[in-house]
């Protein structure tokens, strides 16, 4: 789902970086309230997430797909600390490996991070109390679905590559991906949950 240098108006460049920007700042405030304690997760949490998102799916125009993990780490830490955990692991994939142009940033950080994050958990929340297994499964299938369609409306708008083509081919790639996301979310939180019973109650 990264998107590289040169399909991005500079009005949606614009628009995403500042987006993304206040996200961001806000969640790094918000996080203040956050255990000393566990903040070594989150650089665990990134290290996984970033190992995870290695593994590319090549889609249209240098455009890629691959699992996300941002509600994943919403889940167990909570919206705020994916973000960061997101953003860190985003930022690190396009500076030093080229994953994701610079003038994308905001727009992939927005996409991966912010809408998983934010979206994916509020979904989460509403759910868990109905069938917790199938709220995780179906908040992250998702967060990855409404990412995949962010990514097609950028593009669309900066009219760099057909629109619906774009649009197509994300959401059926990615409603297939969207799949393994549900499930590693379930097996991941379920497993995290049995070896570190303490991350209980650290959502913040």
């Known amino acids: 789902m990264h998107i ?18 206040a996200g961001v700042l806000y969640s790094i405030k918000k996080l203040r309230d956050f255990p000393e304690d566990k903040i070594p997760l989150l650089g665990l949490f990134a290290a996984g997430i970033f190992a995870a ?3 590319n799916f090549p889609i249209i125009g240098g455009v890629s797909g691959h699992l996300l993990g941002a509600t994943l780490v919403a889940i167990l830490l909570g919206p705020y600390a994916a973000v960061i955990v997101m953003t860190a692991v985003l930022l690190i994939q396009t500076l030093l490996f080229g994953d994701g142009g610079i003038t994308a940033i905001g727009a992939n950080i ?14 989460y929340t509403k759910l868990k109390n109905i069938n917790e297994v199938f709220a995780m499964g179906f908040a992250a299938w998702l967060s990855v679905l409404l ?8 593009i669309g708008l900066s009219q760099s590559l057909p629109f619906a083509k774009v649009l197509t081919l994300m959401i059926s790639y990615h409603a297939i991906i969207g799949i393994g996301e549900a499930v590693l979310t379930i097996l991941i939180v379920q497993a995290v949950r049995m070896k570190l019973p303490e991350i209980e109650g650290v959502t913040a």
């Open 147 to 154: 990412g995949a369609t962010m990514t097609a409306i950028e």
């Open 110 to 123: 927005l996409n991966m991070g912010l809408i998983g994050a934010f979206v994916g958990y509020a979904i």
């Open 53 to 55: 998102q290695m593994v």
């Open 4 to 21: 590289p240098d040169g399909l991005l108006s500079t009005p949606v460049i614009i628009v995403t970086y500042a987006v993304t920007i």
